[in-house]
């Protein structure tokens, strides 16, 4: 009975040493992993958040039918239709420069082209797959000319790559109503090819970021998203990568995210002193070139730029091209009015952060130094009235931005500006409020 016992508990004794030793080398394992993780490093992230204002650029064979980009693929385009456009796809009439020209007036700092939408087109030449520009009457390489009109007139080149792949036999799933799983779906081969292609990208054009898109569809896993995301760290570690390439939530980084911004898409993202961000927003309704799309007018493009840099963000502001390759005028027209407008106020947008005052629909504000920029989105204040920061800072001078100095009180309540005469900017009118002491790390007025 002792001896059973004894043995027991050496059985138990030399099971737990077992497990503990095991235990060690999965600790270990993990450190280790953890250790090898290399993430974009923060002096890039700080860099392209400095950048504030960048242009999207959906474009691809859907344009000769005016609907929207993939989403269109078996819907209001009937599919065989939809996958044979790029046929005759012949924008004769792109220009790298005039488009990054386009981005360059509108005081736009980085550029994003759909290199691959969820239709699966490939604007590149890729040597995995014949679904791509060299198959189409142009067989001019766009990510080439775009990349080397951006270096010219110094804007950043970026990439969008969506995961999801409607067309590709390899990837399961299909857009097509009611179509099913398809049968020769095997995400390791597909998993492989995409890897394949970005390294074809980060080699070929060296964009400055990776836009990835289309990974909510169940085929795709928080392991692949960080399977690419270190072989896109080992191919460029600098190259920076929003959070569309593991699982979950956009809007917000968290520990099913892979990447390393947010992006809310359609809307101003909220103030967010902790993480990067970038809201994506069309300038018309439909990301790709659609006849006579309703297009957001001067005064609600420049007051949603100063709603994400208000919040601590970017803002990339879509703009969908011809199937000519030609940019609509009224929208070239518009994006240099933004330009014009960054060109006199640009000082409170570029490089600067969000707060200290939280963003609302009548005012939101940016910082820089011992300044805050106040950006009036409504125009019928006769006061401005706004607590004291919580640093209790003393306001030495308020003026409008590049105008004439405004009297004002501060006293233990808070600070009051009375506005008088005409708004200099009918749009968005800055006012700058000059602190006593540095007012960068003020935390956020509640
Ligand atoms: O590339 C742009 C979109 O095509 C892509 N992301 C941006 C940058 C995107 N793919 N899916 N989604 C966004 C979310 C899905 C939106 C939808 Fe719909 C709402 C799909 C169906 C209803 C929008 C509205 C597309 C079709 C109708």
């Known amino acids: 009975m002792r001896k059973t016992i004894s043995f027991v508990s050496m059985i138990t004794s030399k099971l737990c040493m077992l497990l503990l030793i095991m235990n ?37 064979p859907v344009n000769l039918r005016g609907t929207e980009i993939g989403w269109s693929r078996g819907n209001s385009v009937d599919t065989a239709d939809y996958d044979n456009l790029y046929k005759e796809f012949d924008p004769v009439l792109f220009n790298a420069d005039a488009w990054v020209l ?7 700092k980085y ?10 087109f490939c604007l590149w030449p890729s040597r995995f797959t014949d679904y791509d520009i060299m198959s189409s009457p142009y067989k001019k ?16 080149f970026c990439v969008y790559f969506t995961i999801l792949d409607w067309h590709d036999p390899l ?23 995409i890897k394949g292609q970005l390294t074809e990208i980060v080699k070929g054009y060296h964009p400055y970021m990776l836009w990835f898109d289309g990974n909510w ?5 928080l392991q692949m998203g960080q399977e690419v995301y270190q072989h896109l760290k080992k191919l460029d570690p600098n190259v920076i990568v929003n959070n569309r390439l593991g699982k979950g939530t956009h809007k917000l980084m968290n520990d099913q995210t892979v990447g390393d911004y947010a992006t809310p898409e359609q809307y101003i993202g909220e103030i967010n002193m902790k993480d990067p961000w970038e809201s994506c927003i069309t300038i018309c309704r439909q990301w790709a070139w659609k006849p006579n799309d309703q297009m957001k007018t001067l005064k609600e493009s420049l007051q949603t730029l100063a709603g994400t840099a208000g919040g601590n963000g970017n803002l990339l502001y879509n703009v969908g091209p011809m199937a000519d390759g030609r940019m609509e005028a009224r929208q070239v027209k518009m994006l240099a009015e933004m330009g014009k407008w960054l060109s006199q106020y640009g000082v409170s947008v570029y ?3 969000g707060g200290p005052y939280p963003p609302s629909k009548d005012l939101v504000a940016t910082r820089k130094g011992s300044k805050v920029y106040l950006h009036l989105l409504k125009t019928d204040a006769k006061t401005i009235a706004l607590p004291n920061l919580p640093t209790k800072q003393r306001l030495s ?12 009180q501060q006293d233990e309540y808070g600070i009051n500006i009375p506005l008088t005469g005409k708004l200099p900017d009918m749009n968005d009118t800055v006012l700058v409020l000059d602190f006593v002491g540095d007012v960068t790390d003020v935390e956020i007025v509640r």
């Open 397 to 408: 001078s308020v003026r409008y931005l590049n105008g004439p100095l405004l009297a004002f």
């Open 217 to 221: 569809e169940s085929p795709w896993t």
């Open 171 to 193: 990837y399961p799933v299909s857009n097509i109503p009611n179509a099913g799983l398809k049968p020769t779906g095997d995400m390791r081969k597909f998993v492989d090819k």
């Open 111 to 120: 550029l994003t082209i759909t290199a691959k939408h969820h239709d699966g």
């Open 102 to 108: 386009a981005a360059k007036n509108a005081g736009m």
């Open 24 to 60: 060690a080398f999965i600790g270990n394992a993990i450190a280790q992993q953890k250790a090898s993780v290399v993430k974009t490093p923060t002096a890039v992230l700080q860099d392209f958040m400095d950048q504030r204002f960048g242009m999207f650029i959906h474009w691809g």
């Open 141 to 156: 390489d766009i990510l080439a000319e775009l990349s080397k009109a951006c270096a010219k007139y110094g804007i950043k």
């Open 351 to 353: 490089g600067t952060r």
